[in-house]
T-cell receptor, first 113, second 111 residues
Framework: QKEVEQNSGPLSVPEGAIASLNCTYSDRGSQSFFWYRQYSGKSPELIMSIYSNGDKEDGRFTAQLNKASQYVSLLIRDSQPSDSATYLCASPGRLARDDKIIFGKGTRLHILP | DTGVSQDPRHKITKRGQNVTFRCDPISEHNRLYWYRQTLGQGPEFLTYFQNEAQLEKSRLLSDRFSAERPKGSFSTLEIQRTEQGDSAMYLC?????????FGQGTRLTVV
């Protein structure tokens, strides 16, 4: 049974600082990884996807993937109070086109004004 | 609206009753997922479809749960003889190749 693990938090970060969120996965064959943001009472919203080793940047967000160590991270630069949410890591596992997407339990992020 | 649509948004039902939820995916998306989420947990996989074919159903899912996707378009999730433990947010997502996009969810309360 493949798993995606996250620290549940809460992670408290001062406004303007860098928030670092981490995720580990058990399926060494996993090829794709997604980060979703979920505000309280709302559904998850896709914010980043990453498929190859290294960094991928999109605005204030940077996703990092290290397949050898089986971890993926999300960095949020210049953190804003509006970034306070739960961040979910997800992966479809070995075959991106033929396998279900599994989610971690999420990390609660709290940006301190 | 070109997003994933779920109906109803909220459902309150008495224990023992049957409920059915509907999901309309993004039109060109061939894959459709159902998840259940409770407070403080990540989305828990229930089942998913590739077009009209149901590819997998979670082993954690009892026989009271059934899902269909006739003609590979919208999908329905039915829960028979609801129990209080079924109270949760039921999420539908759709994808074309990799990334999945979620609907607003249906919040079920069993009283």
């Amino acid at each position: 049974q493949k798993e995606v693990e996250q620290n549940s938090g809460p992670l408290s970060v001062p406004e303007g600082a860098i928030a670092s969120l981490n995720c580990t996965y058990s399926d060494r064959g996993s090829q794709s990884f997604f980060w979703y943001r979920q505000y309280s009472g709302k559904s998850p919203e896709l914010i980043m996807s990453i498929y190859s080793n290294g960094d991928k940047e999109d605005g204030r967000f940077t996703a990092q993937l290290n397949k050898a160590s089986q971890y993926v991270s999300l960095l949020i630069r210049d953190s804003q109070p509006s970034d306070s949410a739960t961040y979910l890591c997800a992966s479809p596992g070995r075959l991106a086109r033929d396998d279900k997407i599994i989610f971690g339990k999420g990390t609660r992020l709290h940006i301190l004004p | 609206d070109t997003g994933v649509s779920q109906d109803p948004r909220h459902k309150i039902t008495k224990r023992g009753q049957n409920v059915t939820f509907r999901c309309d995916p993004i039109s060109e998306h061939n894959r459709l997922y159902w998840y259940r989420q409770t407070l403080g947990q990540g989305p828990e996989f229930l089942t998913y479809f590739q077009n009209e074919a149901q590819l997998e159903k979670s082993r954690l899912l009892s026989d009271r749960f059934s899902a269909e996707r006739p003609k590979g378009s919208f999908s329905t999730l039915e829960i028979q003889r609801t129990e209080q433990g079924d109270s949760a947010m039921y999420l539908c997502a759709s994808s074309f190749s990799r990334e999945a996009f979620f609907g607003q969810g249906t919040r079920l309360t069993v009283v």
